[in-house]
């Protein structure tokens, strides 16, 4: 996978960045077309959907970064994102038919190729299609999710990170639709601290728990590398992949005890809108032979568990609605729950100017002033770092 030819992106005007005139005026948060924020996050590949949703043939309307748009699956297997609707009377395009590896529209029968050039209409002159034309955004598959680049001009080299090099099985989480913004998602992967309180009961986290780690920070060319101190001398590294991505080893699910070790986890926290954000979460875990068996089995008990469950995300809007304990809930994704209630329970958009920052907040603080830099020079029109792919000898350590 990640080695499909590179494909003409359509024709598109570059959005202009707004300016803004002080520092206190610029939104962290928010990732929308011509936002600083959204000129930021379009400079990367995003993971936006789970590979194994999308048979072939089908096509789907998805929204990330508060776009509208749609993503099909060609007969040949490649994955293609194109605009919500049919340039020629705005129909949604996922209400089409998928036909080899274009696109038909179902309103008028217009047929579009994955570059997004209009190739047929049934009913119109010869020579009309070849001046029609959609944007489509380059699609790449890697570790179970399907990846997009919504930048100008080529993409960055994909796969956009390395990840763990020996044996062992890809196994991608369910998804989370998380009711906030995906800042407040990624800065609580920088916050080593909550799992000490957060995941308390349950105790899926108790070997992190035994001491307290001191946080700190320092900026790389591919975002940042945070580190948790322990009482023994051992630090806990964790790699924060710009602009959202967390590489960390984290412990077993509750249910997943036993099997696997801890998996190496690839955390995607993708806007869906400045509200809302996906949680793509795709894992290593180091496993082979019968130890692979014995978790495959372990996995397909674990998942039934979860389809007979009420959804996690269900459980945690119940939480934040006061409606249990935060210590008496039980379930099979138990940590995912408490996540959900504290991050989206921080409201829709965190309120950051209020806030009471401490020592432990360092990884937060550091990223929080690497995203301002960046975020000021795109708005003022100043030049932006030049992000780099991130090498494969820098790995996440477990610290103890
Ligand atoms: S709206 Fe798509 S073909 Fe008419
Ligand atoms: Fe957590």
């Known amino acids: 996978m990640g080695t499909a030819a590179r494909r003409p992106t359509g024709a598109r005007a570059k959005p202009p960045v707004r300016s803004v005139r002080r520092a206190t005026d610029i939104d962290l948060a928010t990732t929308k077309l011509g936002a600083p924020g ?13 590979s194994q949703d999308l048979a072939v043939g089908r096509a789907k309307p998805i929204r990330i970064m508060s776009e509208d748009l749609t993503l099909y699956r060609g007969d040949s297997g490649r994955v293609q994102v194109i605009d919500y609707r049919c340039p020629h009377r705005w129909a949604p395009m996922h209400l089409g038919t998928v036909e080899g590896d274009d696109i038909r529209c179902i309103y008028h029968g217009w047929k579009f190729n994955c570059s997004g050039q209009c190739i047929e209409q049934p009913a119109e002159l010869a020579g009309f299609a070849k001046k029609v034309r959609m944007r489509s955004y380059p699609t790449e598959e890697y570790l179970g999710l399907i990846w997009a680049y919504f930048g100008e001009g080529n993409p960055p080299a994909f796969p956009p990170f390395p990840h763990r090099e020996t044996e062992g099985i890809i196994q991608v989480w369910n998804v989370e639709e998380v009711p906030c913004n995906y800042l407040q998602s990624f800065e609580n992967s920088m916050d080593e601290v909550h799992v000490a309180f957060t995941h308390a009961p349950g105790g899926s986290h108790a070997k992190l728990a035994q001491d307290l780690p001191v946080i700190s920070a320092k900026e790389t ?31 077993p699910l509750a249910g997943m005890d036993g099997v696997g070790g801890w998996p190496e986890i690839y955390f995607n926290f993708t806007p869906i809108d400045d509200e809302n954000h996906l949680w793509l979460i795709t894992s290593h875990i180091e496993v082979a032979g019968a130890e692979a068996e014995a978790y495959r089995k372990k996995r397909a008990e674990y998942e039934a568990l979860v389809a007979k469950a009420k959804p996690a995300g269900v459980v945690a809007r119940e939480l934040m609605a006061g409606q249990h304990r935060f210590a008496d809930v039980d379930h099979p994704e138990l940590a995912i729950v408490q996540d959900i209630a504290v991050q989206a329970g921080q409201g829709r958009i965190a309120q950051r100017h209020g806030e009471h920052l401490g020592r432990s907040d360092a990884g937060i603080i550091q990223w929080r002033k690497i995203l301002m830099r960046e975020l000021r020079a795109f708005a003022t029109g100043r030049p932006t770092k030049k992000w780099q792919r991130p090498p494969a000898d820098i790995k996440p350590t477990f610290g103890f």
């Open 221 to 251: 060319d591919w975002g940042m590398l945070r580190f948790g101190q322990r009482k023994t001398g051992k630090v806990r590294h964790t790699l924060h992949y710009a602009p959202n991505l967390t590489r960390v080893l984290v412990p």
């Open 38 to 50: 959204g000129a930021f996050m379009r400079q990367f590949w995003l993971a936006i959907h789970r």
